[in-house]
Each structure stands twice: as structure tokens, then as C-alpha cells.
């Protein structure tokens, strides 16, 4: 399994989803490019800017493409947010081709019928960070506009690059990589489908309408409920108090899916899911929908091999509800099972739902599969790319 933490590290790019540090095989043999063509296609019929950025695999300084393909690094000078000094917006009328630096943690933005605005701060290492968009607060500059990203990563071992669902749906964007060995393609939503997220989600009742982001009478985006936790209090507990019961008289097997650890056998003791040393105390929604906090944070620094290859397993199969019925995880796992129990994750399920391959990121760890030529993320990789196109089409 290829994963999205693997190759998006730590940067803007995954702050809402933990860095995975597990091991994983290259079937390539090759360095990939340190430089890659990438083509922005506008099929929006609306004016629209791009904007690439990403951390500099040199230096990890922030850095962004500017239309002519020359690379500007932000400086800013204190510890306040503050514009950046010039703007790196590309202008995509019909298919423009810029040529893209190694870089990781990066984004490729799309904004229509106007710009985006970035700010920078100063750490108190003195490195720069960027400030991305912000799509929680209505007081950003940028919540009523209509903007989307793709994520990507081009190192010395491939490019790799998935359309993000994890943190919002909003404009559709569709990806395919020309490579030495052929092409890959990943289509993404098609137009129309924000609205129909989103009135599916208010047809759902309760909670899940506060999900849906409006500005101006339109649909702007659809969040993940990992934005509104707090609202979904309480709302998983029942199915982890069934899970933890079930558990507690029969044995859960995890597939690491690696041939040091293999299969690792859980039972609940106490108020605990334990699989030898390692221990899982009930998981809240909160902790579910974000795959990084309670029982599922991640410190890939001091966690050991085996909780970094649980972790990831356990918590797809808490939310795709399928723990009641299938305790080999993730083995015997059958996407027309998801999230088929109530209550269950309705964003991911709609989602995918609404995907004409049913491929996308709708959680941090919707990677996970039962097998390695399984994929339900939506991704595209290779280490030998030639081409890089990004599709942004219609909303509506």
C-alpha cells in the first residue's frame, strides 16, 4: 500500500491527517525527474488561477511555482501573518504547461472567478511557513470563494498524487499521469455532484447538515465531520461499545500486511483492545473521524512497528462500520459492506458514492485494502512520470 502520509509528510499539505511512517516497497527501479511538466486544464467555463506549493525537497524551505516556472520562496519577517511579497498565481485560460521543481507536502490549487490570498509567518526557527486558505472560518478571506486542491509529492523516488476528500469537497478536479510504462487516471467527482453531496447529506438529518458551507445562496463545500467534531459528540459510541463487546469473547485478527509482523491477533481486556503490548482504550467519534487523536494518534518517533501498522487498519474499519461483521481485518473486507452500519461515517459513504470508480481520499486512512492491487484512494503514482495533467472542471 502506497500511502498519501508516506509521501505528503508533514507539511500544510497534511495537517489534518497524521504522518504514517510505515515501511513500504517501491515496485520501481528508477529515480523519478528532479524536474516534472505539469498541465493545468481549465474546463470550468469560468476564469481560473492556480497555484502550486509545497515544502522544497532541497531545503524544505516553502516554496511556489510562479507562471513562467521559476520558483519563488516567501520570506516574511515576523511571527504576524502578512501578504506574501509578490502572487504566484498561474492564469489557466484552456491548458498551460509549467515545469514543477522536486517538492513535498505540496497542493496544487484551483480558484475560479477569483484569486486566492496566502499569507506568510516567520517561526521561531526563523524558516517561513505559508498560511493556506482557510475553509472552516467564514471570517477568512477566502471561505465564500470557489476553490479546491490536489495533493501531490515529487521526490527522488516517484511523483505521487491523490485528490483530497479528507478535509472537503468543493470544485471537481481530475488527475492523469502519463509514465514510461503508460498512463493512470483518476476522474474524480463529476460536475454537479457538490450540490448533490451536499443535499444528500441534509437529507440524512441530523447533524450531518451543519457539513454543508454556503455563501451567497450556493454551495461553496461540503466538510468532513473531522471539522466538526465537536458537533458529533457521542455519535459513534454506541457502535465502539458494540465493537469493544463483541471483541471482549472473540478474537480480532489485523493484517499488518508486512512480512515481519504479519497477522496480530486482538481481544478486548477490561476497557481495552489489546494485541500484545500494544493496547487501544475506546476510540471517541472525534478520534475516529481524524485518525489521529486518542487511541490513533500517531508519534511515529517512539510508537512501535506494530502500532504503526494497526493503527492505520483499525481505524478504516471503524469507519467503514465493519468491524460487527468481518473481525480479519482488513482481509474478507468488501466495499459494498461500508458503511452499511447505522450510524456510520455518511460523508465517506456519499462520497464515494457520488465517484464514478468510487476511488477518493473521504478520511485520512481510506487507502487501506484488503490487497495491494486494491485501491479505493483514488491515487496516481510513478517513478518515472513524464506528464502531470490536473483537470478543473465544472461545478455545476
Given at each position: 500500500?502506497?500511502?498519501?502520509?508516506?509521501?505528503?509528510?508533514?507539511?500544510?499539505?497534511?495537517?489534518?491527517?497524521?504522518?504514517?511512517?510505515?515501511?513500504?516497497?517501491?515496485?520501481?527501479?528508477?529515480?523519478?525527474?528532479?524536474?516534472?511538466?505539469?498541465?493545468?486544464?481549465?474546463?470550468?467555463?469560468?476564469?481560473?488561477?492556480?497555484?502550486?506549493?509545497?515544502?522544497?525537497?532541497?531545503?524544505?524551505?516553502?516554496?511556489?511555482?510562479?507562471?513562467?516556472?521559476?520558483?519563488?520562496f516567501p520570506e516574511a519577517s515576523g511571527p504576524e501573518p502578512q501578504p506574501l511579497g509578490?502572487?504566484?498565481?498561474?492564469?489557466?485560460?484552456?491548458?498551460?504547461?509549467?515545469?514543477?521543481?522536486?517538492?513535498?507536502?505540496?497542493?496544487?490549487?484551483?480558484?475560479?472567478?477569483?484569486?486566492?490570498?496566502?499569507?506568510?509567518?516567520?517561526?521561531?526557527?526563523?524558516?517561513?511557513?505559508?498560511?493556506?486558505?482557510?475553509?472552516?472560518?467564514?471570517?477568512?478571506?477566502?471561505?465564500?470563494?470557489?476553490?479546491?486542491?490536489?495533493?501531490?509529492?515529487?521526490?527522488?523516488?516517484?511523483?505521487?498524487?491523490?485528490?483530497?476528500?479528507?478535509?472537503?469537497?468543493?470544485?471537481?478536479?481530475?488527475?492523469?499521469?502519463?509514465?514510461?510504462?503508460?498512463?493512470?487516471?483518476?476522474?474524480?467527482?463529476?460536475?454537479?455532484?457538490?450540490?448533490?453531496?451536499?443535499?444528500?447529506?441534509?437529507?440524512?438529518?441530523?447533524?450531518?447538515?451543519?457539513?454543508?458551507?454556503?455563501?451567497?445562496?450556493?454551495?461553496?463545500?461540503?466538510?468532513?465531520?473531522?471539522?466538526?467534531?465537536?458537533?458529533?459528540?457521542?455519535?459513534?459510541?454506541?457502535?465502539?461499545?458494540?465493537?469493544?463487546?463483541?471483541?471482549?469473547?472473540?478474537?480480532?485478527?489485523?493484517?499488518?500486511?508486512?512480512?515481519?509482523?504479519?497477522?496480530?491477533?486482538?481481544?478486548?481486556?477490561?476497557?481495552?483492545?489489546?494485541?500484545?503490548?500494544?493496547?487501544?482504550?475506546?476510540?471517541?467519534?472525534?478520534?475516529?473521524?481524524?485518525?489521529?487523536?486518542?487511541?490513533?494518534?500517531?508519534?511515529?518517533?517512539?510508537?512501535?512497528?506494530?502500532?504503526?501498522?494497526?493503527?492505520?487498519?483499525?481505524?478504516?474499519?471503524?469507519?467503514?462500520?465493519?468491524?460487527?461483521?468481518?473481525?480479519?481485518?482488513?482481509?474478507?473486507?468488501?466495499?459494498?459492506?461500508?458503511?452499511?452500519?447505522?450510524?456510520?461515517?455518511?460523508?465517506?459513504?456519499?462520497?464515494?458514492?457520488?465517484?464514478?470508480?468510487?476511488?477518493?481520499?473521504?478520511?485520512?486512512?481510506?487507502?487501506?485494502?484488503?490487497?495491494?492491487?486494491?485501491?479505493?484512494?483514488?491515487?496516481?503514482?510513478?517513478?518515472?512520470?513524464?506528464?502531470?495533467?490536473?483537470?478543473?472542471?465544472?461545478?455545476?
Amino acid at each position: 500500500m502506497v500511502s498519501r502520509r508516506r509521501f505528503l509528510g508533514y507539511s500544510a499539505a497534511a495537517l489534518t491527517a497524521p504522518f504514517w511512517g510505515q515501511a513500504i516497497s517501491l515496485p520501481f527501479a528508477s529515480a523519478a525527474p528532479e524536474n516534472l511538466k505539469f498541465k493545468l486544464v481549465n474546463n470550468s467555463g469560468a476564469t481560473a488561477h492556480a497555484y502550486i506549493t509545497g515544502l522544497s525537497d532541497g531545503d524544505g524551505r516553502a516554496v511556489f511555482v510562479r507562471p513562467d516556472s521559476t520558483l519563488y520562496f516567501p520570506e516574511a519577517s515576523g511571527p504576524e501573518p502578512q501578504p506574501l511579497g509578490e502572487d504566484p498565481a498561474i492564469p489557466v485560460d484552456g491548458t498551460v504547461e509549467v515545469t514543477v521543481a522536486r517538492m513535498f507536502g505540496a497542493r496544487v490549487y484551483f480558484a475560479t472567478n477569483d484569486k486566492l490570498e496566502f499569507q506568510a509567518v516567520k517561526g521561531a526557527d526563523g524558516a517561513t511557513t505559508v498560511v493556506h486558505p482557510n475553509f472552516v472560518s467564514d471570517a477568512d478571506p477566502n471561505f465564500g470563494k470557489d476553490w479546491t486542491f490536489a495533493e501531490f509529492t515529487l521526490n527522488a523516488e516517484q511523483l505521487y498524487a491523490n485528490i483530497s476528500y479528507v478535509d472537503f469537497v468543493a470544485a471537481p478536479i481530475g488527475l492523469h499521469l502519463q509514465h514510461a510504462g503508460g498512463a493512470q487516471e483518476v476522474p474524480g467527482l463529476p460536475t454537479g455532484s457538490l450540490d448533490k453531496i451536499a443535499s444528500s447529506l441534509k437529507g440524512q438529518g441530523g447533524q450531518w447538515p451543519i457539513l454543508v458551507q454556503e455563501s451567497g445562496g450556493k454551495v461553496v463545500r461540503v466538510l468532513s465531520p473531522n471539522h466538526r467534531a465537536g458537533d458529533f459528540a457521542g455519535y459513534l459510541e454506541p457502535y465502539v461499545d458494540e465493537v469493544y463487546a463483541k471483541y471482549a469473547a472473540e478474537t480480532l485478527f489485523i493484517d499488518t500486511q508486512r512480512s515481519d509482523i504479519g497477522i496480530l491477533e486482538g481481544k478486548v481486556e477490561g476497557s481495552e483492545l489489546v494485541f500484545g503490548s500494544e493496547r487501544f482504550a475506546k476510540p471517541t467519534s472525534a478520534d475516529i473521524w481524524g485518525c489521529n487523536s486518542g487511541p490513533f494518534a500517531n508519534s511515529p518517533g517512539s510508537d512501535s512497528q506494530q502500532r504503526l501498522a494497526i493503527v492505520p487498519r483499525l481505524a478504516a474499519a471503524f469507519n467503514r462500520t465493519t468491524l460487527l461483521i468481518n473481525n480479519e481485518q482488513p482481509h474478507s473486507e468488501d466495499p459494498a459492506t461500508f458503511y452499511q452500519h447505522e450510524p456510520t461515517n455518511h460523508y465517506a459513504r456519499i462520497v464515494h458514492e457520488n465517484l464514478p470508480d468510487g476511488k477518493g481520499y473521504a478520511f485520512p486512512y481510506d487507502d487501506v485494502s484488503s490487497n495491494a492491487g486494491e485501491d479505493h484512494s483514488g491515487k496516481v503514482n510513478h517513478s518515472d512520470p513524464e506528464v502531470f495533467t490536473l483537470t478543473l472542471n465544472a461545478i455545476r
